[in-house]
């Protein structure tokens, strides 16, 4: 304790957060509780509006900027712009709206990079993928319902490889396009910053809203950006056309491993979990 803290009165020196214990591996008592099922049903109606919106943005600009539609068809629609805008600015409100029940997950890749971290628990982490996979397919289903004369001509929203790039190009766009998305998931979300940010309620969703904006503005003309696997899947699942299947694994491979590097890089080398943990190992008797 230094000069100025004895003279003041108090210590400075101890935290004004309190890092939460890590979640089991496996608890069966988690599935008799109601709030997991509500976080569960959170997971699936927030991925279901998010892929309804953004692949209905995606579709609708396709079709405002056919140039068989007319000789300005190129300076028509919201542009890669505004599709970034429809992903980013979803993302930032149904974080804002299920951050309280579920965490606002809404993508499989934040979910496994969370439980990486010890987050979230086996159990949840699974019920939420498969909420979130399930909730994607319903969405892109609805956008297919109601724009059945436009789904199947302007490519269903799916995600392919643009001509021109390599699959190990797309492979590292979804890598580290998902590494900036879930670091900043492990950022806003950190019990430190939180304890001192408190009093701005939507500091959370907001960076994590922009981390999907800027991300999809630097991916979109290489992969049509995915670094959401439910994203991806739900719109491959609904198109079901060759072209959409034939590059599926880039959009789960490329986002886990991207969430499994932002998980390390957060946890080891800038909350030196590992070294806390050695400490608190050397200090038992």
């Given at each position: ?14 935290k ?5 214990p890590?979640?089991p591996l ?6 008799t ?10 997971e699936f109606v ?9 692949v ?11 140039p068989?539609l007319?000789a300005?068809?190129?300076?028509s629609g919201?542009?890669?712009l ?8 979803m993302?930032?409100?149904l974080?804002y ?11 499989p ?5 969370l439980?990486l ?7 949840r ?20 319902a109601?724009q059945?004369?436009?789904y ?5 929203g799916?995600n392919?490889?643009s001509d ?36 701005v309620p939507?500091?959370a969703p ?5 981390a999907?904006?800027m ?17 991806s ?13 034939h ?18 890089y ?6 030196a ?6 400490g608190?190992s050397r200090?038992?008797?």
């Open positions: 304790m230094g000069k100025g803290d004895v003279e003041a009165g108090r210590d400075y020196t101890a004004d957060y309190i890092d939460p890590p979640s496996f608890d069966a008592d988690e599935l509780k109601w709030s997991l099922y509500r976080a569960v049903i959170a927030a991925t279901l509006l998010f892929l309804y919106i953004t209905a943005t995606v579709i609708g600009y396709k079709h405002q900027s056919d068989g007319g300005d068809a190129s300076c919201v542009g890669i505004g599709i970034a805008w429809a992903f980013g600015g993302i930032f409100i974080v709206c299920t951050a309280g029940i579920s965490g606002g997950h809404i993508n890749a934040v979910t496994f990079g439980f971290a010890r987050k979230v628990s086996l159990v982490a699974v019920l939420y993928m498969i909420a979130q996979c399930a909730g994607a397919i319903c969405g892109v289903g609805l956008v297919k109601f059945s004369s436009f199947a001509q302007y490519g269903g799916a392919e490889l021109g790039y390599s699959k190990g190009t797309g492979l590292a766009a979804e890598i580290i396009g998902t590494f900036v998305l879930v670091y900043t998931v492990f950022s806003a979300t950190d019990p430190k910053r939180n304890a001192r940010d408190s009093h939507v500091l907001l960076p994590i809203g922009f999907v904006f991300v999809h503005l630097a991916t979109i003309p290489i992969t049509g950006t995915g670094i959401n696997p439910a994203r899947l739900g719109a491959a699942v609904i198109y079901n056309e060759d072209k959409a299947w590059d599926q694994w880039i959009f789960w491979v490329g986002p886990m491993i991207g969430a499994a590097i932002a998980a390390a957060h946890q080891v080398v800038l909350r979990g590992a070294v806390k943990a050695l608190s200090s038992l008797p």
